[in-house]
């Protein structure tokens, strides 16, 4: 099984300011056998947001393919077993919990999520 | 708009039965990749198990053997059959699609792009 661990476990950010989600694979999860951070292979992972008592609601996929409809302020990237989910400017409405999950094999396994709260 | 309502969740002894159900409108479940993840409360989410929609399914290890997923076709329902409850087994239980992508020659259903708002299973005598 694929361990996803998240960190930090919580973040405390300022309205405006940039927040960087760290999210770690225990393997690889590129979609090539064989994945160099200079080659061009989709990652099989997916970010999530949650805000409480609502569904998660899918920010990024490939790693860094933003889903329909979600702002530009949250950008994905990383490769292999690394990634970061990137949010320039908080708004108000960011402050939730974020997930990160992957899909590159059996079964799919999701991070311990991490909360971002306001400062 | 494609849109999931999961129902059927409620409290039941340990060692009891339930079925899960999620109605879906604007998308069709027998030709879409459906699975169910659960959250435990306060809880990470937890995938638990996918039905493709060629008939495949897969489950996490925690409930083989005695979840199993299903549809209909012509209610347009996806089912998650619980046997054997336990008492870690409760958890608001949500419905969700995704598209699918190709990993290494295989099919694998990718983000979860549709969610239900969940329905609440508990475990407890």
């Known amino acids: 099984e694929i361990v996803m661990t998240q960190s930090p476990a919580t973040l405390s950010v300022s309205p405006g300011e940039r927040a960087t989600l760290s999210c770690r694979a225990s393997q690889s999860i590129c979609s090539s056998l064989?994945?160099?951070?200079?080659?061009?292979?989709?990652?099989?992972l997916a970010w999530y947001q949650q805000k409480p008592g609502q569904a998660p609601r899918l920010l990024v996929y490939?790693?860094?393919t933003r889903a329909a409809g979600i702002p530009a302020r949250f950008s994905g990237s990383g490769s292999g077993t690394e990634f970061t989910l990137t949010i320039s400017s908080l708004q108000s409405e960011d402050f939730a919990v974020y997930y990160c999950?992957?899909?590159?094999?059996?079964?799919?396994?999701f991070g311990g999520g991490t909360k971002v709260e306001v400062k | 708009e494609e849109q999931v309502v999961e129902s059927g969740g409620t409290l039941v002894q340990p060692g009891g039965s339930l079925r899960l159900s999620c109605a879906a409108s604007?998308?069709?479940?027998?030709?879409?990749?459906m699975s169910w993840v659960r959250q435990a409360p306060g809880k990470e989410l937890e995938w638990v198990s996918t039905?493709?929609?060629?008939?495949?399914?897969y489950f996490a290890d925690s409930v083989k053997g005695r979840f199993t997923i299903s549809r209909d076709y012509s209610k347009n329902i996806l089912y998650l059959q619980m046997n054997g409850l336990r008492a870690e087994d409760t958890a608001l239980y949500y419905c969700?699609?995704?598209?699918?992508?190709?990993?290494?020659?295989?099919?694998?259903?990718?983000?979860?792009?549709?969610w239900g708002q969940g329905t609440l299973v508990t475990v407890s005598s």
């Open positions: 064989s994945c160099r951070p200079s080659q061009n292979f989709t990652s099989n």
């Open positions: 999950q992957q899909y590159n094999e059996w079964p799919l396994t």
């Open positions: 969700a699609k995704s598209s699918w992508t190709m990993v290494r020659g295989l099919i694998m259903p990718d983000g979860f792009d549709i």
């Open positions: 604007g998308l069709t479940v027998s030709g879409s990749y």
């Open positions: 039905l493709y929609n060629g008939g495949s399914t």
């Open positions: 490939g790693a860094s």
